[in-house]
């Protein structure tokens, strides 16, 4: 039988089947680690496992109060438990605070049963709800500050008396909320506001908190505003076992990989996303015009709904043609902009790819003069001119053919290098192989250069033709040398191949008696006569430990130590190097003509 919602949070509770998940406050101007925030969860995969199902259903059956004292429970239970030092916050609700049935003294006595001190909590009142009686939560917070407890606001800026509340509760601490905080490097509006609350704090005394940050250049920003109190998930996500100490290195390298696994680069269309402020579904058509009539620049409006995401798109011309027609004004002016809106305009993630994006505008067939919406987890984030598009692909293009080899026409050293960086940015397992042909001088030399150049032309093909152009990128660093990037795990066996599809495809460029011979007899730099093999390969593959190797240089010199210990064989070669740090001792693997 199907639980409904009501019984699914009686069995929660009376199971106490509640866990705790602690997120860091990391103290950046004294290195340190503040405190924890609690934040509770039902079971994985429970259909109330997450906070806004649980809350809810709580509110609904009424029994908030029930609830907020069981995750109250568990999670003073859970911070003993883990011997974490600092600050315990707590999320309570005002409601809980002055509700009469709610139990006095019980968070007093579950500290003492865990040998917690009341200075070690903060209690975050959330400003979201809405306080009928302000007296009473006053003298309901002062008793809690009598006992030894900080006072925190939490959510700042998203509620009903965010300065009200600050002046008349005089807390410890604020956290902002996150709508502030996100993107706020991109508003000029949210910039004032923190500057006024960050202001403020310094005048009363106020600790504050940037909660919710995701983005480097958030933080970047808020510190550079004062403020060194951070949480959020550039930093570290919510755990069950969270940092115990401070870490620089830590915190670098969480922000490196919240920053860029995956996040924007010069092939995603994030990248040229334009700030461009939006209007609601329920504007009326009169109001939108007035939004163009005020901005000139000003070609479409992103059309939201409530949860902040693009359902449409409204043009100024389109919106122009309808109020000039007769009567238009006295038709459209108190009409929803949904009546007249474009309800198919082209939404993409900040993080699809150029070439996708491309493809679908191509797909759509849309006015050049257009532009195309961007999210950012569904959420809207801005737009794109489609000239910015094209513009900037084609700019891709002119680049890429300068750079480019001009023999093979295939991706040279700049290209190559900005592959590897990207990689090493995003955090991304790669595998590198350095692939060198052997004993090409006494060929040039034999054969002639027309000849030297078709048959590095042929090592082209048969790299490009061997490897898998979805997780693969293939660079031609100059000469006889090559370099491939493999995304995927296939690296060892496309290797393998290469040198098997090469050995085969170039006996074409020798005599039948130097086929026959295995090699031919021509002269040394000293001028010796000494025998040369026909052509191999030596393939260096080195798959890069991503703790270690910082850039570029760093892994094109383990690829380069590999693929010399290849050379100083006279048969194709391949070594294989695991994920490592430079000063890792290659593993050397044979593969000849013939071997397995």
Request: one cysteine or more; a negative charge; hydrophobic letters at 40%.
């Amino acid at each position: 039988m199907k639980l409904n919602g009501a019984h699914l949070l009686v069995q929660l509770l009376t199971e106490q089947n509640i866990s705790t998940v602690f997120q860091p406050i990391f103290d950046l101007a004294n290195s340190c680690i503040l405190g924890y925030e609690a934040l509770s969860r039902g079971p994985k995969g429970h259909p109330l496992e997450f906070p806004n199902q649980l809350f809810l259903a709580a509110e609904q059956q009424g029994k908030v109060s029930e609830l907020e004292l069981l995750c109250r429970k568990k999670a003073i239970e859970n911070f003993a438990l883990l011997g974490l030092s600092g600050k315990l916050f707590l999320n309570v609700s005002p409601r809980t605070l002055l509700d009469p049935k709610h139990p006095k003294g019980e968070t007093q006595h579950l500290l003492e049963q865990h040998g917690l001190s009341a200075a070690q909590v903060v209690i975050e009142v959330t400003e979201q709800d809405e306080v009928p009686n302000h007296q009473l939560l006053q003298q309901t917070l002062a008793y809690y500050r009598e006992l030894g407890f900080s006072i925190a606001i939490d959510d700042l800026g998203a509620g009903h008396s965010g300065l009200r509340k600050w002046s008349e509760l005089q807390p410890d601490i604020i956290k902002i909320d996150k709508y502030f905080i996100d993107h706020c490097h991109q508003s000029i509006v949210k910039k004032e506001f923190l500057k006024s609350i960050i202001d403020l704090a310094k005048a009363t005394n106020t600790q504050v908190i940037a909660e919710g940050i995701e983005h480097q250049e958030e933080l970047d920003l808020l510190t550079g505003l004062g403020v060194s109190l951070a949480q959020g998930f550039l930093l570290e996500r919510p755990s069950t076992e969270p940092s115990r100490l401070f870490s620089s290195d830590l915190l670098a390298k969480q922000a490196l990989k919240q920053q860029n696994s995956p996040e924007l680069d010069d092939q995603t269309i994030g990248l040229l996303v334009e700030t461009q402020q939006a209007i609601f579904a329920s504007t009326h058509c009169a109001a939108a015009q007035t939004c163009f009539e005020k901005n000139k620049g000003l070609i479409s409006l992103a059309v939201l709904n409530e949860q902040q995401q693009p359902v449409g798109m409204l043009h100024r011309d389109q919106l122009a043609e309808l109020f000039a027609a007769p009567y238009g004004h006295a038709l459209y002016d108190k009409k929803s902009v949904t009546r007249v809106m474009d309800t198919q305009p082209l939404i993409v993630d900040k993080l699809d790819t150029l070439d996708m994006v491309s493809q679908q505008i191509t797909d759509f067939d849309f006015d050049i003069r257009r532009h195309i919406l961007v999210t950012e987890h569904q959420t809207y984030l801005g737009v794109v001119p489609l000239r910015k598009i094209l513009k900037h692909i084609t700019d891709q293009k002119v680049r890429h053919a300068q750079h480019a080899n001009p023999l093979t026409m295939l991706p040279g050293n700049v290209a190559i290098t900005e592959a590897i960086e990207l990689r090493l940015r995003r955090q991304q397992n790669f595998f590198l192989a350095y692939v060198d042909l052997n004993h090409f001088k006494q060929f040039n030399d034999l054969y002639g250069y027309a000849s030297g150049d078709a048959v590095i032309k042929l090592l082209a093909d048969v790299i490009s033709d061997s490897c898998d152009p979805a997780n693969s990128f293939v660079g031609h660093i100059g000469g006889d040398d090559f370099m491939v990037i493999f995304d995927g795990t296939d690296a060892w066996h496309t290797c393998q191949l290469i040198i098997k599809e090469f050995e085969r495809r170039s006996q074409s460029f020798f005599t039948p008696e130097h086929i026959a011979a295995g090699g031919y007899w021509a002269p040394n730099r000293e001028g010796q006569e000494q025998f040369v093999p026909l052509l191999t390969l030596s393939i260096g593959l080195v798959n890069p430990d991503l703790a270690f190797c910082e850039n570029s240089h760093q892994v094109s010199a383990l690829a380069t130590d590999a693929k010399k210990e290849a050379k100083r064989y006279r048969q194709s070669y391949l070594f294989l190097c695991h994920r490592r740090k430079p000063a890792t001792p290659i593993v050397r693997m044979r593969l000849a003509s013939g071997a397995d």
